[in-house]
Nanobody, 125 residues
Framework: QVQLVESGGGLVQAGGSLRLSCAVS????????MGWFRQAPGKEREFVAV????????RYEDSVKGRFTISKDNAENTVYLRMNSLKPEDTAVYYC??????????????????WGQGTQVTVSS
């Protein structure tokens, strides 16, 4: 059974930074793309970033490009999301997810079969 556990969320002022972590068990992430999604109150869950199985390729949602960086440590089976220059509109629950097929690089919710429980990020103005 694949389990994903996010941590690192919290309350931060606009312009600040946070680093989210996602520890994965039950699957070695070295064969799978890993993604981050977020869901704000009253809105659909949306794609934020994805990183390929070997870390060589990344994709980002337009509004976070240049501010967020996704990375993974295959040896530690952990994925990270570094968030800089945070804005109030980044406030959401952030979810880590593992792609269902090995060696992919999807950005749709349907591409990801395993999800964490989420961690709250709140950015105050």
């Amino acid at each position: 059974q694949v389990q994903l556990v996010e941590s690192g969320g919290g309350l931060v002022q606009a312009g600040g930074s946070l680093r989210l972590s996602c520890a994965v068990s039950g699957r070695t992430i070295s064969r799978y793309a890993m993604g981050w999604f977020r869901q704000a109150p009253g809105k659909e869950r949306e794609f934020v970033a994805v990183i390929s199985w070997n870390g060589g390729r990344t994709r980002y949602e337009d509004s976070v490009k240049g501010r967020f960086t996704i990375s993974k440590d295959n040896a530690e089976n952990t994925v990270y999301l570094r968030m800089n220059s945070l804005k109030p509109e980044d406030t959401a629950v952030y979810y880590c997810a593992s792609e269902s097929r090995p060696y992919g690089l999807g950005n749709r919710k349907i591409d990801f079969g395993s999800w964490g429980q989420g961690t709250q990020v709140t950015v105050s103005s």
